[in-house]
């Protein structure tokens, strides 16, 4: 690939990217920014992370030592990060929920960031606005056709992930599909009840 393609390319991501933060009413501090256009340009020519089973790519990390335990725990942290965001009807898929995703994408963003490297204080802020970065991958599925009703989350993941992780986007795209904006006022009635005897 020539260097004027991989401008174009980064440049088409980062458009995007833009697109989706507007779109989500969010805005990523340019590090973040960057390190997500650049974790999608990586990985959008490798069909191989599909097979891949993260929590036992997890804990056999754990096991490793110094630039092979960073490199292994990096990988897993963007495909998580990639699969909560861009392929969260995967999760159905396989039986698990999208938190799956998330609980150990932020894992392995944090133990990256324990790590004594340039990359630290990035890998840190990346664990603690996950759930932001995987919104603003979410909020890509409708840049080019807002009503589109081809969402990247049914109903039912869609509240899943939204009671798990809190994402914001997730809880747009239910209330889009269900056609009603007292999800909230509702979720929290039903949890009311379930916790009063």
């Known amino acids: 690939m020539s260097i004027n393609e991989q401008s174009g390319i980064?440049?088409?991501?980062?458009?995007?990217?833009?697109?989706?933060?507007?779109a989500n009413g969010i805005q990523l501090d340019t590090p973040l920014e960057?390190?997500?256009?650049?974790?999608l340009i990586h990985y959008t020519q490798r069909p191989e992370i599909a097979a891949r089973i993260f929590a036992i790519d997890y804990m056999l990390?754990?096991?490793e030592q110094g630039q092979i335990r960073s490199t292994q725990l990096r990988e897993l942290a963007d495909q998580?990060?990639?699969?909560a965001g861009l392929f969260p009807q995967y999760?159905?898929?396989r039986h698990v929920r999208v938190s799956y995703y998330v609980n150990i994408g932020r894992s392995a963003y944090s133990d990256l960031a324990a790590g004594e490297h340039d990359w630290s204080e990035v890998f840190a802020e990346i664990s603690e606005q996950f759930?932001?970065?995987?919104?603003?991958?979410?909020?890509?599925?409708?840049?080019?056709?807002?009503?589109?009703?081809?969402?990247?989350?049914?109903?039912?993941?869609?509240?899943?992930?939204?009671?798990d992780t809190q994402s914001q986007q997730?809880?747009?795209i239910l209330q889009q599909q269900t056609g009603t904006r007292n999800i909230v006022d509702s979720s929290s009635c039903s949890a009311n009840k379930t916790t009063k005897h």
């Open 34 to 39: 960057s390190y997500l256009v650049h974790t």
């Open 91 to 93: 999760a159905r898929q």
């Open 80 to 83: 998580c990060l990639l699969y």
């Open 10 to 22: 980064t440049a088409q991501w980062y458009a995007l990217i833009t697109d989706a933060q507007s």
């Open 131 to 163: 759930v932001t970065l995987m919104d603003t991958l979410l909020a890509i599925h409708q840049i080019d056709d807002p009503q589109n009703p081809d969402y990247p989350l049914d109903p039912l993941l869609a509240l899943q992930t939204w009671q």
């Open 170 to 172: 997730a809880l747009k």
């Open 61 to 63: 990390a754990q096991h």
